[in-house]
């Protein structure tokens, strides 16, 4: 059995790239998609070669070992008849247009605090996204397309909620799943399973709809002021993987509160990115360890929420 994991593992990762080439390559990506028990069906047409320095070299040999691909076996002619998924757009790899949304609080009455949006509000806002063909991805695919290139939504957006609490469960949650919505949710380790917090089945059953979680420290520690850093940032990723078995790859800080050490801490400790706030929608590598998010305070009204979403940056 485990062999056959592995090797469904194995083929996921031959799989991939495919979908991780650009242009013409994309005929690849949806041809592997499509044929995913035949696997040198989804051997690389010899046009990714004639587009090297899309993606590094290093990467292309770290999944593409030519080994696994005898030049015997090679049918490019297999992907001549396919067409690209008119659902995706290419980006990357470089800087990739996506707004990233900074949610809190979502509760069905107006509470008087700016990180409470009603619920009512809530749904106007998704509604509009949804009418104007905006998709949600995740923070993981934002860092993947910005790195190695990806096939995204053609209007990707992402929408984040800080602080794990349980009303975002209760309220944005079927909105979203309305909308065919997901989320990408920023815990706080030692709050969890209390009061009005998320618990381990929520988690579990959010995470199985495609939500995706990262750590928002151990506390909601102060991080420049911290004398905790290796535990808010580090220790408690660890406990948050092994209790829940999801990556945590992306770290929000605590008020968006950063300094070069808190950053460090964040790449040190394996993150691919870190969440702040700011008011770039284009996002490129050098800011992934400080990811601008904006946010939606409950005081905005629709034309301010529109405004939010579509001024790039
Ligand atoms: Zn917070």
């Given at each position: 059995m485990k062999r056959f994991w592995f090797g469904i593992v194995l083929l996921t990762m031959i799989?991939?790239?495919?979908?991780?080439?650009?242009?013409?390559?994309?005929?690849?990506?949806?041809?592997?998609?499509?044929?995913?028990?035949?696997?040198?069906?989804?051997?690389p047409s010899p046009t990714i070669t004639a587009s090297p320095t899309h993606m590094p070299t290093q990467t292309q040999t770290a999944f593409l070992p030519s080994t696994l691909f005898p030049s015997a076996t090679l049918r490019p002619s297999a992907t001549a008849s396919l067409t690209p998924d008119p659902n995706?757009?290419?980006?990357?790899?470089?800087?990739?247009?996506?707004?990233?949304?900074?949610?809190?609080r979502v509760l069905n009455y107006a509470s008087g605090s700016e990180y409470v949006v009603t619920t009512e509000q809530f749904k106007r806002q998704i509604q509009w996204l949804l009418e104007q063909g905006y998709q949600t991805i995740?923070?993981?695919?934002?860092?993947?397309?910005?790195?190695?290139?990806?096939l995204l939504p053609h209007k990707p957006i992402i929408l984040t909620f800080d602080d794990g609490y349980r009303d975002v469960y209760q309220n944005a949650?079927?909105?979203?799943?309305?909308?065919?919505?997901?989320?990408?949710?920023?815990?706080?380790?030692?709050?969890?399973?209390?009061?009005?917090?998320?618990?381990?089945?929520?988690?579990?059953?959010?995470?199985?709809?495609?939500?995706?979680?990262?750590?928002?420290s151990a506390t909601h520690a102060y991080l420049p002021d911290s004398k905790n850093l290796e535990e808010e940032v580090c220790t408690s990723r660890t406990r948050l993987i092994e209790k829940y078995g999801l990556p945590f790859d992306s770290f929000a800080y605590p008020y968006a509160a950063k300094d070069e050490k808190s950053i460090q801490a964040v790449i040190d400790c394996g993150y691919t990115s870190g969440a702040g706030?700011?008011?770039?929608?284009?996002?490129?590598?050098?800011?992934?360890?400080?990811?601008?998010?904006?946010?939606?305070?409950?005081y905005f009204d629709m034309q301010r929420f529109i405004t939010t979403v579509t001024d790039v940056r």
């Open positions: 799989l991939t790239p495919g979908c991780s080439q650009v242009n013409l390559n994309v005929v690849s990506g949806k041809e592997s998609e499509q044929n995913q028990t035949v696997p040198t069906v989804a051997i995706l757009t290419f980006y990357g790899p470089g800087p990739v247009l996506a707004p990233i949304l900074m949610y809190h995740s923070v993981a695919d934002l860092v993947e397309a910005v790195r190695v290139g990806k949650y079927p909105i979203l799943q309305a909308a065919g919505y997901t989320a990408t949710m920023y815990l706080i380790e030692k709050s969890l399973n209390e009061g009005g917090n998320l618990n381990d089945a929520i988690i579990e059953e959010l995470s199985q709809a495609g939500w995706e979680f990262g750590n928002h706030n700011g008011s770039f929608t284009i996002h490129g590598e050098e800011r992934l360890f400080f990811l601008s998010r904006r946010e939606i305070k409950s």
